[in-house]
C-alpha cells in the first residue's frame, strides 16, 4: 500500500522522548498496578493519563502522513472484528455468567494480579502514546 | 467455553493479520494503518476521527483498569 514519508516539521518536546516517557509509563503502570478496580485513585489515574495523552494527541499534529486510502486487504479486519463484537454483544445480553462469560468477566482474574496488571497497564499506555503520534 | 473458544479464534485471527500486514507489498494494512486511516475523518475543523479512536482506547483502559 502507498505509505507516505513521514513529516520532519514537528519535533517531539524534550519531555516526549523515549528516554524520558519509557521510565514514566514505567513508573506510571507500577503504581496502576497496585489500585483496585472501582477505586477513586484508579479512576483518576486512568483519566488523568488518558486525559493527557487525548490532549497531546489533539494539541500536536502527527508525525507520520496518514495513509491517503487502505487497499482492498484491509476489508479482512472486519473478520475478527466482527467476531468479537457479536460475541461480546451475545455474552453481554445473556448476562456475562461463567458458562457465557464477557471479555471483561474473562479478564478479571488476569486484572486482580499486581504484574499482569502493571503489564497490561503498561501496554494501554505504550498503545495510547502510538495512536497519539500517528 | 464456546464464548472463549469464540474470542479466542477472533484474537489469533488479527495477530495473523498484523504478521500478514507486516510483510513487504502486503495488501493487508496493518492495525495501526488502519487507525490512521481513520483518525484522518474529519468535519470541518473538528477532528471527529482521532477525537473517536482516542475516546475508544481511553474507554478501554477505564473499563479495564478502574471499573
Redesign the interface.
Known amino acids: 500500500?502507498d505509505r507516505p514519508p513521514e513529516l520532519t516539521a514537528s519535533a517531539d518536546p524534550t519531555w516526549a522522548r523515549p528516554a524520558v516517557l519509557v521510565p514514566v509509563f514505567v513508573l506510571i503502570s507500577s503504581v496502576?498496578g497496585a489500585?483496585p478496580?472501582?477505586?477513586l485513585s484508579?479512576?483518576l489515574?486512568?483519566?488523568g493519563?488518558?486525559?493527557v495523552?487525548?490532549w497531546f494527541?489533539?494539541a500536536h499534529p502527527?508525525r507520520?502522513r496518514?495513509?491517503l486510502?487502505?487497499?482492498?486487504?484491509?476489508v479482512?479486519?472486519v473478520?475478527?472484528?466482527v467476531?468479537?463484537v457479536l460475541?461480546e454483544l451475545?455474552?453481554f445480553l445473556l448476562g456475562s455468567r461463567p458458562?457465557?462469560?464477557t471479555?471483561?468477566l474473562?479478564?478479571d482474574p488476569v486484572?486482580e494480579r499486581y504484574l499482569p496488571?502493571s503489564a497490561?497497564?503498561l501496554g494501554?499506555l505504550a498503545?495510547?502514546w502510538?495512536?497519539?503520534r500517528? | 467455553m464456546l464464548a472463549v473458544g469464540l474470542y479466542g479464534v477472533a484474537l489469533v485471527l488479527a495477530g495473523v493479520l498484523e504478521l500478514v500486514a507486516r510483510r513487504e507489498d502486503s495488501q493487508v494494512p496493518t492495525v495501526g494503518e488502519v487507525c490512521g486511516f481513520v483518525m484522518t475523518y474529519r468535519v470541518g475543523p473538528i477532528p471527529v476521527g482521532r477525537i473517536a479512536v482516542f475516546g475508544f482506547w481511553w474507554w478501554v483502559g477505564w473499563h479495564f483498569f478502574a471499573r
Do not use: D, Q, Y
Request: glycine letters at 8%; charged letters at 5%.
Open positions: 500500500m496502576a489500585l478496580s472501582f477505586s484508579a479512576n489515574l486512568v483519566l493519563t488518558g486525559g495523552l487525548f494527541g489533539l502527527p507520520r496518514p495513509p486510502r487502505l487497499p482492498a486487504g484491509a479482512w479486519w473478520v475478527p472484528v467476531i468479537f460475541v451475545t455474552t458458562s457465557t462469560p471479555f471483561s474473562l479478564a486484572l496488571r497490561l497497564f494501554w498503545a495510547f502510538g495512536l497519539v500517528r
